[in-house]
Nanobody, 114 residues
Framework: QVQLVESGGGLVQAGGSLRLSCSAS????????MSWYRQAPGKQREFVAL???????NYDDSVKGRFTINRDNGKNTVYLQMDGLKPEDTAVYYC????????WGQGTQVTVSS
């Protein structure tokens, strides 16, 4: 009922910036919290950031002060602005939401070179 599609990943040098997008379609009125997770090969998927329908945000300590999550005026797209990127930020980034069941996007690759 909800479809999530990520975009905006790519290759960037350490210290650079990227802006990821997560576009939602389907039963978008049912969405409250939207989140970003990331997963590097051989590692556990980890929480990055979330934003509620009311605009409350939360970040993992590893990205506080560097990443910003926000939304567009139409409430159908969530962004992750990533500044001061580090090699350890390299991962596939996934959009996630929950309403009666979990929904995941297919992911977008972020690679940070040193």
């Amino acid at each position: 009922q909800v479809q999530l599609v990520e975009s905006g990943g790519g290759l960037v040098q350490a210290g650079g910036s990227l802006r990821l997008s997560c576009s939602a379609s389907g039963s978008v009125s049912s969405i409250n919290v939207m989140s970003w997770y990331r997963q590097a090969p051989g590692k556990q998927r980890e929480f990055v950031a979330l934003i509620t329908r009311g605009g409350t945000t939360n970040y993992d300590d590893s990205v506080k002060g560097r990443f910003t999550i926000n939304r567009d005026n139409g409430k159908n797209t969530v962004y992750l602005q990533m500044d001061g990127l580090k090699p350890e930020d390299t991962a596939v980034y996934y959009c996630y939401t929950y309403y009666r069941t979990a929904y995941w996007g297919q992911g977008t690759q972020v690679t940070v070179s040193s």
